[in-house]
């Protein structure tokens, strides 16, 4: 064998051995651990962030705490049996920058014990997770957490699902969802596929801005004129939305087969404002897949196809709308997405409303 050749073979070797003890040490492959790490759930943990810089407060230091099974709440702390309510989304139910004492769940809960309602609610939202991503945590993530029988599982979901053009992208394929394969496993457990699919995450959280960071709205401009492109919306009514409720029904399925109610709301930005029933919607244009168009009015009716799709899986009678609420405003949020103390004790209010019509908690 020629010297070179067997160099070039040696050092594959020496690659294949590393990259195999890197997967075996910090991959999900024999450890349980590491594979809910993989996918962005932090366990038994507790930070502390400066949010001085995203919005004004007098405590500008917040605790950002998960309990061992990965959840966070006050209350629920290491005691998943006490949960009646566990909220799954995204960084808009996470809430990375919002103290523990200040979320939407602990408003929540507050109100429902001041009106008699003994309910202990729970965070399971995790930054960056789509409905894709919820669905993993069912199959993954909640079934390992002995004594988890919550009453409603509230699913606050729409923005993160949003950015997906094709309902059979790399991240949202079906197929997947209903596949123990090998490329399905590799995609659960492998702490390089994961990093590399983190990474991925951040470009598109930075190109279409729904990363953390405070924007000045009075330098914002808005306009009543729709831009949307008509190709998007052919390829959001034939493939994305058929995708979406595909995974809205295995989330119902899933909460049915634990005994829960499950519950979604629609979730609000303020790439559009909604007054007295008219839509001004931010100016600035901006593309998906760098082809298709949209403003924040196109924004809003591109955000209303999946929610319409949520109510027509789900019903009507499960679904919470907060998208085409006219009250927020700019106070409400620090960015186009993530909520301000004020904007989360509103919503957490107004959750508290909307869930009292159900048996559960009447």
């Given at each position: 064998?020629?010297?070179?050749?067997?160099?070039?073979?040696?050092?594959?070797?020496?690659?294949?051995?590393?990259?195999?003890?890197?997967?075996?040490?910090?991959?999900?492959?024999?450890?349980?651990?590491?594979?809910?790490?993989?996918?962005?759930?932090?366990?038994?943990?507790?930070?502390?962030?400066?949010?001085?810089?995203?919005?004004?407060?007098?405590?500008?230091?917040?605790?950002?705490?998960?309990?061992?099974?990965?959840?966070?709440?006050?209350?629920?702390?290491?005691?998943?049996?006490?949960?009646?309510?566990?909220?799954?989304?995204?960084?808009?139910?996470?809430?990375?920058?919002?103290?523990?004492?200040?979320?939407?769940?602990?408003?929540?809960?507050?109100?429902?014990?001041?009106?008699?309602?003994?309910?202990?609610?729970?965070?399971?939202?995790?930054?960056?997770?789509?409905?894709?991503?919820?669905?993993?945590?069912?199959?993954?993530?909640?079934p390992k957490i002995e004594n988890l029988q919550p009453k409603i599982i509230l699913f606050y979901?729409?923005?993160?699902?949003?950015?997906?053009?094709?309902?059979?992208?790399?991240?949202?394929?079906?197929?997947?969802?209903?596949?123990?394969?090998?490329?399905?496993?590799?995609?659960?457990?492998?702490?390089?596929?994961?990093?590399?699919?983190?990474?991925?995450?951040?470009?598109?959280?930075?190109?279409?801005?729904?990363?953390?960071?405070?924007?000045?709205?009075?330098?914002?401009?808005?306009?009543?004129?729709?831009?949307?492109?008509?190709?998007?919306?052919?390829?959001?009514?034939?493939?994305?939305?058929?995708?979406?409720?595909?995974?809205?029904?295995?989330?119902?399925?899933?909460?049915?087969?634990?005994?829960?109610?499950?519950?979604?709301?629609?979730?609000?930005?303020?790439?559009?404002?909604?007054?007295?029933?008219?839509?001004?919607?931010?100016?600035?244009?901006?593309?998906?897949?760098?082809?298709?168009?949209?403003?924040?009015?196109?924004?809003?009716?591109?955000?209303?196809?999946?929610?319409?799709?949520?109510?027509?899986?789900?019903?009507?009678?499960?679904?919470?709308?907060?998208?085409?609420?006219?009250?927020?405003?700019?106070?409400?949020?620090?960015?186009?997405?993530?909520?301000?103390?004020?904007?989360?004790?509103?919503?957490?209010?107004?959750?508290?409303?909307?869930?009292?019509?159900?048996?559960?908690?009447?």
């Open positions: 064998m020629p010297k070179k050749l067997k160099l070039i073979l040696i050092n594959i070797a020496i690659l294949l051995i590393g990259v195999l003890i890197i997967e075996l040490c910090f991959g999900g492959w024999l450890s349980n651990s590491n594979q809910l790490s993989n996918l962005g759930i932090i366990k038994d943990a507790k930070f502390e962030f400066d949010v001085s810089h995203l919005y004004k407060t007098s405590n500008p230091t917040i605790t950002y705490t998960r309990d061992k099974y990965g959840l966070r709440g006050v209350s629920t702390h290491n005691e998943p049996e006490k949960i009646n309510i566990l909220t799954v989304g995204g960084s808009t139910t996470d809430q990375r920058y919002l103290d523990d004492s200040q979320t939407w769940q602990e408003v929540l809960e507050k109100e429902l014990h001041s009106n008699g309602k003994k309910m202990y609610v729970s965070n399971a939202g995790v930054d960056g997770q789509s409905t894709y991503g919820h669905l993993k945590s069912t199959e993954i993530w909640f979901v729409g923005i993160n699902d949003f950015y997906t053009v094709n309902g059979d992208s790399e991240y949202d394929n079906i197929q997947e969802l209903e596949s123990d394969g090998f490329m399905s496993q590799l995609k659960d457990k492998s702490v390089l596929y994961n990093a590399y699919r983190k990474l991925k995450g951040m470009q598109k959280a930075t190109k279409f801005e729904v990363g953390h960071r405070k924007i000045n709205f009075s330098r914002v401009d808005y306009t009543k004129e729709e831009v949307v492109n008509e190709k998007l919306l052919e390829i959001y009514d034939e493939t994305n939305l058929k995708a979406f409720k595909v995974r809205i029904q295995k989330l119902i399925d899933y909460a049915q087969s634990i005994k829960a109610i499950p519950v979604f709301v629609t979730q609000p930005t303020l790439h559009y404002k909604i007054r007295n029933g008219v839509i001004f919607g931010t100016e600035k244009i901006k593309y998906l897949e760098d082809k298709y168009a949209y403003n924040g009015v196109g924004y809003l009716k591109l955000l209303n196809k999946l929610n319409e799709a949520m109510k027509e899986v789900a019903t009507p009678e499960f679904v919470i709308d907060f998208t085409n609420d006219e009250t927020w405003n700019t106070v409400d949020f620090y960015d186009y997405y993530h909520m301000t103390p004020t904007g989360v004790k509103k919503l957490g209010e107004k959750l508290s409303q909307k869930l009292s019509k159900y048996d559960v908690l009447k």
